[in-house]
């Protein structure tokens, strides 16, 4: 439904229930008994998780008693309710520090969300065309325990296929523990920009295969390497709760920032130093600079240590990587590379980062160990004001053997019958998120039946026979183990902080319900998740905590760091020769820019293009609201004739867009940047045919070591599409005093 | 001695995340408008984080700086106000009474810092996302003239909290919600009469100053600005 | 205190009459439909009439689903008010007790009567009872009311409410004009900044 026709009709048909209740009882619906205790018009504070990314930061939720319409016995009625009413960070939560980043905050309106899937749905007419009918959880189980009795019966049980988001904490141990039960093969994980280049290089480099978590509160000298680290990447709250510390904390000192990228981030426009970079060569300037700190005997090679040894040609100064060379490659003048090296040995205690774009590129892991090797080089790596690795509770084995989205997908397109019968879909939507040429949309469409526990109707769901919305995080118990961003070792846990609001069900539960009732059953340890949150917890607390106390705090984490920095146990022997420099899709003549997707800062990677609040939140760099953009350098816009807000195409090897444009001096004249998000099909009003999406023209290119999407090494033509408007304009909200422009307001 | 209320924005914290446009949208019911009113001016942010560029490609900086309502001591919106609807509280808040006002719109023509926002029309929120409107906020309604009120209804209530408590209202009590929210810590708020205050010492520091402080509106938000690179600590770097 | 609002608001008042006229008596019957199944939610007025009655401020006096005796649970029954308006001293809100605090006694007690029977047979089909609020405002005064800072202050109930001890049914009393509000205030030195209470 439009918007605007909305606006319209209020006048006329605007429900005033401001003052419901004054007047006569007949003419109002009717109310019915509340089902928990309330002091109306007090607010209380719960903790909760936020889940909307991979950070896990700790929430305080604000609920607050009010009226909700509701459902019972097949009547409309109101029931009064304790309703989420607000989110704040955990204040005393390890990663959040009672803050909140915007897109945590708006995680509000997944709850309340107007085309939230309210109860199961099944498909009814062909797939992908829409329709849907509303059916109960009876009928839905019965649906479901139907095709997987049919598959046990055949002998067939691994052709049950799992696709997720990464999962983590007891939903991952009871993802993994029913599909292995079952006799399933270990579940797919999905995301659009993952982090597995930067997992496997810190396996490598130092034997944690995890996200590392950065001391900036006592760092005297970073140096970023294209990470958004404050903006969209790893644990966004935590670094700038310690950013704002590395700045104005410490009397005396102020530590100096600087970013290498190619086109300015929300994190790159906050240093003191931002050096623009040729894109893929990120890791040619790591060992520029190590050359000459090796050069002006600052440190030795052997410093490093095994992380050195990751890296050819290391031990013996990095010959091919002097300062003249490295400008050649990266673009990044000698005299620059020469005092970046000097003032990064010099300031300890200094850390290097990457992450985001530099890893997205065929030599990714190449760059990541360059800037790991550097870490190690000046001693950064588990020492104050340097990286360190997150202690993980013991919270359950990872599982071996995962096939990747692009391999299952593969595999299903060539045989002739495919490979997975049943796919239950999780918090994923690869038909939005991949490229073209995977072509997982006519994968899906040969799997026989397809499950979806999202809540959202978005186009992968839109593909699935039968539809079992999940509670929502506020509704659910819910749990994280959080990869990175605290030296503690942290196990968050949290129990609904309202009664759920529709016909749902938690994903979990409904998981050991179908086990449970399976014709040769799966009897998981566990009455409910519940009880399963409980025993982990139990097995993991120390004896001062017991249960009640951890749900009071939303967690249970140590007191003091506890964890090893560097696990030499777990190092594999030296990798084979890696490529240095990046592979692109598309000859330079006829493909002359790099394009360069990124996450948006409202929509990280569009799984939340459905929320109104971020969609008419003012993007930081742009000020664009409801729209998404294509950036260009001032004067490349000059020599192609493009001004701000024209509608311009953006074209690879394997696709065309559109999009308007944003003229921006903070990007090189050879690269355009597009922020990913917008572009969906389908997903709720809000979202739904608006603005293009980057990666829908984006090259199979991908890193050879963990087979992730190169999604940074496409190359692309732009030219103005004259007389044409753009189809989605950019509609900004004027980003400063002096270029406000008077119309309406 | 009575309460006047401010704060202070520490540019160099600030990392322009936008937390604090979120948070403020949540607490005080500020509608979203759908892209059409907005492409015609009429989105409501109470706070937005303004952004500055300087330079040219490759040597170009961004600066970015959180606005909202300065709660002027010496406010334009005020004088102009035929209803009194713009005026002054005895803690220093330009109050924006919403029963008084009859949309003249002088006072948003009369504003420096373009912190005031026309509701044009009613909103509207598509149900059940009303549910998490905050019940201590009015929801304004069409002809009503909004604007930041530093989170008014947090002020009063750590008051009374403070009152029913049995003491005064201690410096880090109160916090409007872009405060709470502030990741970086760059957003401060407090008492300009407690010379101790956290803001008051902030407004005291010599990279602040305040937005278009020529006009001689009086605001009372201090924006420190960006810090250079120093190292005092640092034997190496004398 | 009326003719004060029409003067400010003289134009919207003409705009209102003239529409009122045009629209005919059909509009003032108010709201006709039982359900209120609108898709949103908007400050709105939901028709002409309750446009015209807000702007007077007017609001229709209660309809209770129950004659609820104040009386007879605080003379005989010797509760306190904030036995059952559990919230008053807490928060903003006083609170109407929902229909379990009166199941908790009337479950078993004085079952026989006419009015303790509709509420049973509210409680039977699981509902609440619909009772109707007595106070309040308009929402366009804007008027946020905190309850417990009044407690706090040892303002009696009945200062605002009434002698509701000598009540059937809720009453309005007292009206609870600005002015009245502002007198008090003034007489014990409560802040009168708009803000205090508007906002």
């Known amino acids: 439904m439009d918007r605007r026709n909305f606006i319209k009709t209020t006048a006329a048909a605007g429900a005033s229930a401001t003052l419901a209740g004054c007047g006569n009882p007949e003419t109002q619906l009717i109310r019915f008994i509340p089902e928990e205790p309330l002091f109306p018009g007090i607010a209380t504070w719960k903790p909760s998780i936020c889940p909307l990314c991979s950070a896990g930061c700790g929430l305080h939720v604000r609920v607050m008693d009010g009226e909700a319409e509701v459902v019972r016995n097949g009547e409309k009625g109101l029931l009064k309710m304790g309703l989420a009413k607000k989110l704040e960070g955990n204040p005393q939560h390890p990663i959040s520090h009672g803050k909140l980043c915007a897109r945590g905050q708006a995680g509000i309106q997944l709850t309340y969300h107007p085309d939230r899937i309210r109860q199961p749905l099944r498909r009814t007419g062909p797939r992908g065309s829409g329709p849907f009918q509303e059916i109960s959880w ?48 270990p579940a797919t994980l999905f995301e659009v920009f993952s982090d597995d280049v930067l997992r496997e290089a810190n396996r490598q480099s130092f034997g944690f295969e995890q996200l590392p978590t950065f001391d900036l509160a006592r760092s005297r000298y970073v140096l970023s390497f294209g990470a958004d680290f404050l903006g969209t990447w790893n644990s966004p709250v935590a670094h700038s709760v310690a950013y704002g510390e590395m700045r104005q904390g410490r009397p005396g000192v102020r530590a100096k ?37 090796f050069k002006a005997n600052l440190r030795t090679p052997s410093a490093a240590g095994r992380a050195g040894d990751r890296i050819d040609g290391w031990n013996t100064g990095l010959q091919a990587y002097t300062p003249e060379a490295v400008e050649k490659r990266t673009g990044v003048a000698t005299a620059r590379i020469e005092r970046l090296a000097r003032e990064f040995a010099d300031n300890s205690p200094a850390v290097a980062i990457i992450g985001g774009a530099p890893l997205a590129h065929t030599n990714g892991i190449f760059q990541a160990l360059a800037v790991n090797a550097l870490n190690a080089l000046v001693g950064s790596v588990g020492e104050e004001g340097g990286l360190s690795f997150t202690p993980h509770p013991d919270t359950g084995t990872a599982q071996a053997g995962r096939r990747g989205l692009r391999e299952l997908a593969a595999e299903i397109l060539s045989s002739s019958s495919s490979p997975v019968q049943v796919l239950f879909l999780n918090d994923a939507n690869p038909v939005f998120g991949t490229p073209p040429a995977w072509r997982v949309a006519e994968a899906l469409a040969k799997v026989p039946y397809i499950v979806s526990f999202g809540s959202f109707l978005d186009e992968t769901s839109l593909i699935a026979d039968l539809i079992l919305p999940d509670h929502s995080f506020l509704e659910s118990w819910v749990d994280d183990v959080p990869e990175s961003g605290t030296a503690l070792s942290v196990a968050s846990v949290a129990a609904p902080v309202m009664r759920p609001l529709h016909q749902t069900r938690s994903m979990p539960d409904v998981v050991l319900d179908i086990g449970r009732q399976l014709q040769r059953p799966v009897v998981l340890p566990w009455n409910n998740y519940e009880d399963m949150l409980k025993a982990a917890f139990a097995a993991l607390a120390d004896k001062s905590s017991n249960w009640d106390k951890i749900l009071e705090n939303g967690g249970w984490w140590s007191t003091a760091s506890t964890g090893p920095s560097v696990n030499p146990a777990r190092v594999t022997p030296a990798a084979a020769t890696l490529q240095a420099d990046p592979q692109f899709d598309g000859r330079a003549e006829d493909y002359p820019f790099h394009f360069l997707p990124y996450a948006s800062q409202a929509f990280l990677d569009g799984s939340l293009a459905h929320l109104p609040w971020l969609q008419e939140l003012p993007d930081v760099i742009s000020t664009a609201m409801w729209s998404n953009w294509v950036e260009i350098n001032p004067v490349t816009a000059r020599d192609l004739g493009i001004a701000q807000g024209d509608a311009v195409e953006v074209r690879s090897v394997h696709g065309t867009i559109q999009a308007p444009a944003l003229i921006s001096p903070g990007i090189a004249p050879d690269v355009v940047a597009m922020p990913v998000g917008q572009g969906h099909a389908t997903y709720t009003r809000y979202a739904s045919g608006r603005g293009s999406n980057p990666v829908s023209i984006l090259a199979d290119l991908t890193e050879p070591v963990t087979g992730a999407l190169a999604w940074a090494a496409t190359r692309v033509g732009i030219r103005k599409l004259d007389n044409a408007a753009p189809t989605t304009p950019l509609i900004v909200f004027a980003g400063a005093l002096r270029e406000h422009e008077e119309r309406h307001r | 001695m009575p309460h006047r209320w401010g704060m202070a924005v520490d540019l160099d914290r600030c990392t322009g995340c936008e937390a604090c446009v979120v948070a403020c949208h949540a607490e005080n019911n500020i509608p979203t408008v759908g892209a059409d009113e907005a492409a015609r001016g009429r989105a409501k942010h109470w706070i937005r984080v303004e952004r500055y560029w300087e330079g040219e490609f490759p040597d170009v900086r961004l600066k970015f700086r959180p606005v909202l309502c300065q709660q002027c001591d010496n406010a334009p919106c005020e004088p102009v106000c035929p209803t009194y609807a713009s005026s002054h509280t005895s803690e220093g808040l330009n109050a924006q009474v919403y029963n008084r006002c009859i949309g003249t719109r002088y006072c948003a023509n009369a504003c420096s810092y373009d912190v005031r926002f026309f509701n044009f029309f009613n909103p509207v929120w598509e149900k059940p996302l009303h549910l998490q409107l905050n019940p201590d906020v009015s929801v304004r309604e069409q002809g009503v003239m909004e604007k930041c009120t530093f989170c008014v209804q947090r002020i009063n209530a750590g008051k009374i909290a403070a009152k029913a408590e049995g003491h005064e209202v201690r410096d880090g009590d109160i916090s409007p919600a872009c405060v709470q929210s502030c990741t970086a810590n760059a957003l401060v708020f407090g008492d300009l009469n407690d010379p101790d205050s956290a803001v008051s010492r902030l407004s005291r520091s010599p990279r602040g100053s305040k937005l278009l402080e020529d006009l001689g509106t009086e605001p009372k938000v201090t924006y420190l600005e960006r810090d250079a690179w120093h190292d005092a600590g640092d034997p190496r770097r004398g | 205190m009326l003719k004060v609002r029409v003067g400010r608001h003289k134009w919207k008042l003409g705009v209102l009459v003239a529409s009122a006229l045009l629209a005919g008596v059909w509009s003032l019957k108010g709201q006709a439909t039982r359900p209120d199944t609108n898709a949103i939610f908007s400050p709105a007025h939901g028709s002409i009439s309750e446009a015209i009655s807000h702007f007077f401020g007017y609001r229709p006096e209660p309809v209770q689903p129950i004659a609820f005796p104040h009386n007879v649970h605080v003379q005989d029954v010797e509760l306190a008010c904030m036995d059952c308006h559990i919230s008053a001293a807490r928060g903003p809100q006083a609170s109407i007790p929902d229909i379990r605090t009166c199941w908790n006694c009337h479950a078993t007690t004085a079952t026989d009567r006419a009015e303790i029977q509709k509420m049973k047979g509210y409680f039977d089909k699981g509902q609440d009872i619909p009772w109707q609020r007595v106070w309040g405002w308009v929402e366009e005064s804007h008027v946020r009311f905190n309850h417990a800072p009044h407690i706090l202050a040892k303002v009696d109930c009945a200062t605002c409410h009434g002698d509701v001890a000598q009540m059937t049914v809720a009453t309005r009393e007292i009206q609870h004009t600005m002015e009245f509000c502002v007198t008090c205030h003034k007489e014990k030195g409560a802040s009168n900044d708009c803000v205090t209470c508007h906002y």
């Not at chain 1, 479901?144 to 019966?153: C, D, F």
């Not at chain 1, 931002?274 to 700190?293: F, Q, R």
């Open chain 1, 257 to 293: 920032f600087v970013q290498v990228e190619p086109r300015m981030s929300q994190t790159g426009a906050n240093a003191d130093e931002w050096v623009p970079v040729k894109p893929g060569t990120e890791g040619i300037l790591a060992l520029g600079i190590a050359h000459v700190i």
């Open chain 1, 138 to 185: 009876d009928d839905a189980m019965a649906d479901v325990l139907l095709r997987l009795n049919a598959i046990a019966a055949a002998d067939q049980q691994k052709t049950l296929g799992f696709l997720t988001r990464r999962l983590r904490g007891q939903r991952n141990v009871l993802i993994s523990t029913f599909l292995k039960e079952f006799g399933a093969p």
